[in-house]
């Protein structure tokens, strides 16, 4: 048998999604990915999972031991090598306590989890597995999103311009997608290009040279695995935490801010990379930056660098955590984070 992607929508509904690409159901959206993928992998799905609603007045989802039995058989499966969650959105961080992770000890084979955002949770306790792979990166539904604001705010369109932004975003939807799911085949296979980041130091101090592991994810969901059953899987000791986050209020970001300060993760870890911070068009890095001052120990030398390759963001570099990769300094603040091809 071929071995096996699996997409999964644990969290928000596809119908939007589905809208945008002309589809209205399930079977042809995994009919799509199998041509996008070509003939080496097998790609499957609980289409009744992938089609189900959600209705936020009741509940939001009502499919989650549905959910949770699709992810936990997924991750017995020794011919599933990676797992493709679509999109991001609610709903997921409930249903943890009823996925089984337990199987991940029977697996002879690698297992690979793929997203962000919601499932920030799901890639941790993936990647802490000595057998699993977590990349914290784009749901491909999130393209939509991703593709109109970068319209916006990197090439001046709107709803006036010819193209507007909403036709740039589908006209460039399809081969994207491609490239993503290309994408996910060759990290899965370890092949193709290292992955690299660009960032900058903007704070604390910083060797040439060193090497760091990395956790962390959206800064809302990130914090609700502290003091959990899940807490193992993000401990910071020693490593770098990645934070981003979009369409909250700074007041909330300073709160979920303190989770951490009261856990004491700023005095074990290594250092902090800032994704991308937005609320609507508005850049919410400089008031995290600001924040920091009343969160990191008083004169902290905790290196706190930034990158436009992560968060809520498109163009998006998946972000394996959990596995170490090297950071070196390319000019004055500037540095690059890089990842072999085969990560071990």
Same mark, same amino acid.
């Given at each position: 048998?071929?071995?096996?992607? =699996?997409?999964?929508?644990?969290?928000?509904?596809? =119908?939007?999604?589905?809208? !945008?690409?002309?589809?209205?159901?399930?079977?042809?959206?995994?009919?799509?990915?199998?041509?996008?993928?070509?003939?080496?992998?097998?790609?499957?799905?609980?289409?009744?999972?992938?089609?189900?609603?959600?209705?936020?007045?009741?509940?939001?989802? &009502?499919?989650?031991? /549905?959910?949770?039995?699709?992810?936990?058989?997924?991750? /017995?499966? *020794?011919?599933?090598? /990676?797992?493709?969650? @679509?999109?991001?959105? +609610?709903?997921?961080?409930?249903?943890?306590?009823?996925?089984?992770?337990? #199987?991940?000890?029977?697996?002879?084979?690698?297992?690979? #989890?793929?997203?962000?955002?919601?499932?920030?949770?799901?890639?941790?306790?993936?990647? +802490?597995?000595?057998?699993?792979?977590?990349?914290?990166?784009?749901?491909?539904?999130?393209?939509?999103?991703?593709?109109?604001? =970068?319209?916006?705010?990197?090439?001046?369109?709107?709803?006036?311009? /010819?193209? !507007?932004?909403? %036709?740039?975003?589908?006209?460039?939807?399809?081969?994207?997608?491609? $490239?993503?799911?290309? &994408?996910?085949?060759? @990290?899965?296979?370890? &092949?193709?290009?290292?992955?690299?980041?660009?960032?900058?130091?903007?704070?604390?101090?910083?060797?040439?040279?060193?090497?760091?592991?990395? #956790?962390?994810?959206?800064?809302?969901?990130?914090?609700?695995?502290?003091?959990?059953?899940?807490?193992?899987?993000?401990?910071?000791?020693?490593?770098?935490?990645?934070?981003?986050?979009?369409?909250?209020?700074?007041?909330?970001? $300073?709160?979920?801010?303190?989770?951490?300060?009261?856990?004491?993760?700023?005095?074990?870890?290594?250092?902090?990379?800032?994704?991308?911070?937005?609320?609507?068009?508005?850049?919410?890095?400089?008031?995290?930056?600001?924040?920091?001052?009343?969160?990191?120990?008083?004169?902290?030398?905790?290196?706190?660098?930034?990158?436009?390759?992560?968060?809520?963001?498109?163009?998006?570099?998946?972000?394996?955590?959990?596995?170490?990769?090297?950071?070196?300094?390319? $000019?004055?603040? %500037?540095?690059?984070?890089?990842? *072999? +091809?085969?990560?071990?």
């Amino acid at each position: 048998m071929s071995p096996i992607i =699996h997409l999964i929508a644990p969290a928000g509904s596809l =119908h939007s999604f589905y809208k !945008t690409l002309g589809i209205d159901r399930a079977s042809q959206f995994i009919a799509m990915v199998r041509e996008f993928i070509g003939g080496d992998y097998a790609t499957t799905a609980n289409e009744a999972v992938l089609d189900a609603s959600e209705d936020e007045q009741n509940g939001g989802r &009502r499919d989650d031991d /549905a959910r949770a039995d699709d992810i936990t058989s997924a991750l /017995a499966d *020794p011919d599933v090598r /990676a797992i493709v969650a @679509i999109r991001g959105g +609610a709903w997921f961080t409930r249903i943890l306590p009823r996925i089984n992770f337990s #199987v991940l000890d029977q697996r002879e084979t690698p297992i690979a #989890v793929f997203g962000f955002s919601e499932l920030t949770p799901l890639v941790h306790i993936v990647a +802490a597995h000595p057998l699993g792979r977590g990349y914290y990166d784009m749901g491909p539904a999130f393209l939509t999103y991703g593709l109109k604001r =970068h319209a916006v705010t990197r090439l001046g369109l709107s709803d006036q311009t /010819a193209p !507007t932004a909403d %036709e740039w975003m589908r006209e460039n939807l399809r081969r994207n997608m491609v $490239d993503y799911f290309r &994408r996910v085949v060759d @990290i899965t296979e370890d &092949r193709g290009k290292p992955i690299e980041l660009s960032a900058r130091l903007v704070r604390g101090e910083m060797p040439d040279s060193t090497e760091a592991k990395f #956790v962390g994810g959206n800064l809302t969901v990130l914090s609700t695995m502290i003091g959990s059953r899940c807490s193992e899987c993000i401990d910071p000791h020693r490593k770098w935490i990645v934070l981003e986050d979009f369409n909250d209020k700074p007041e909330r970001i $300073d709160r979920f801010l303190a989770h951490f300060t009261l856990a004491g993760f700023w005095d074990r870890c290594a250092g902090l990379l800032l994704g991308d911070f937005h609320q609507n068009e508005r850049d919410l890095r400089p008031a995290v930056l600001a924040m920091l001052d009343f969160h990191l120990p008083r004169d902290s030398r905790l290196p706190v660098l930034i990158t436009d390759q992560v968060g809520h963001v498109w163009p998006m570099t998946p972000l394996p955590l959990h596995r170490m990769g090297s950071v070196h300094r390319i $000019d004055e603040f %500037e540095y690059r984070i890089h990842w *072999p +091809a085969i990560i071990t």
